[in-house]
T-cell receptor, first 112, second 113 residues
Framework: DGGITQSPKYLFRKEGQNVTLSCEQN?????MYWYRQDPGQGLRLIYY???????QKGDIAEGYSVSREKKESFPLTVTSAQKNPTAFYLC???????????FGSGTRLTVV | AQSVTQLGSHVSVSEGALVLLRCNYS??????LFWYVQYPNQGLQLLLK??????LVKGINGFEAEFKKSETSFHLTKPSAHMSDAAEYFC???????????FGTGTKLQVIP
């Protein structure tokens, strides 16, 4: 079955460390997105990519970086510059002809 | 510019009662509208979408929503709540295409036995 795979499901980061969250899709979708979810704040867009080797900042890109070297993959790096990284991170992809997003199951990042 | 307002961060209903989750939108162009459901520690699943066809949209799990342009609303309803409906529900709006989708802050639905 096609879908989006996020790994790991749980991730712990020490202060000052960079960590990378994986997102892989086999849906052949062109567009991919990263959202951050905090209680009571809904989903906030971090970065998105509409095509390989191109990506744009979302609403809260500071402290994050991404790459899009392959259509299937859109990893997110949470850098040490992100002061409050503890959150639930969701990856999504989109087929322009079908509207809506397909979401992965998320990665919960905790700073220890 | 676009935005979504979900009225009520928490809604409680009795099992078998009507479910009504409210969503009002703001959009400078004809919008595409969505409802998603999220179970704890999981991703979001698309319940239904409005894409300028019929104003009454039917989705999965017995949910439906009606697009009312005059009220700028897209409320989600289900005639009879089931225990398995307990989850968080998100309304979202997009101008279409690859344009950004903007999500509301979510409504947690509690179903009381």
């Amino acid at each position: 079955d096609g879908g989006i795979t996020q790994s790991p499901k749980y991730l712990f980061r020490k202060e000052g460390q960079n960590v990378t969250l994986s997102c892989e899709q086999n849906l052949n979708h062109d567009a991919m997105y990263w959202y951050r979810q905090d209680p009571g704040q809904g989903l906030r867009l971090i970065y998105y990519s509409q095509i390989v080797n191109d990506f744009q900042k979302g609403d809260i890109a500071e402290g994050y970086s991404v790459s899009r070297e392959k259509k299937e993959s859109f990893p997110l790096t949470v850098t040490s510059a992100q002061k409050n990284p503890t959150a639930f991170y969701l990856c999504a992809s989109r087929d322009i002809s079908k509207y809506g997003y397909t979401f992965g199951s998320g990665t919960r990042l905790t700073v220890v | 510019a676009q935005s979504v307002t979900q009225l009520g961060s928490h809604v409680s209903v009795s099992e078998g009662a009507l479910v009504l989750l409210r969503c009002n939108y703001s959009s400078s162009v004809p919008p595409y509208l969505f409802w998603y459901v999220q179970y704890p520690n999981q991703g979001l699943q698309l319940l239904l979408k409005y894409t300028s066809a019929a104003t009454l949209v039917k989705g999965i799990n017995g949910f439906e929503a009606e697009f009312k342009k005059s009220e700028t609303s897209f409320h989600l309803t289900k005639p009879s709540a089931h225990m398995s409906d307990a989850a968080e529900y998100f309304c979202a709006v997009s101008p279409g295409g690859y344009q950004k989708v903007t999500f509301g802050t979510g409504t947690k639905l509690q179903v009381i036995p």
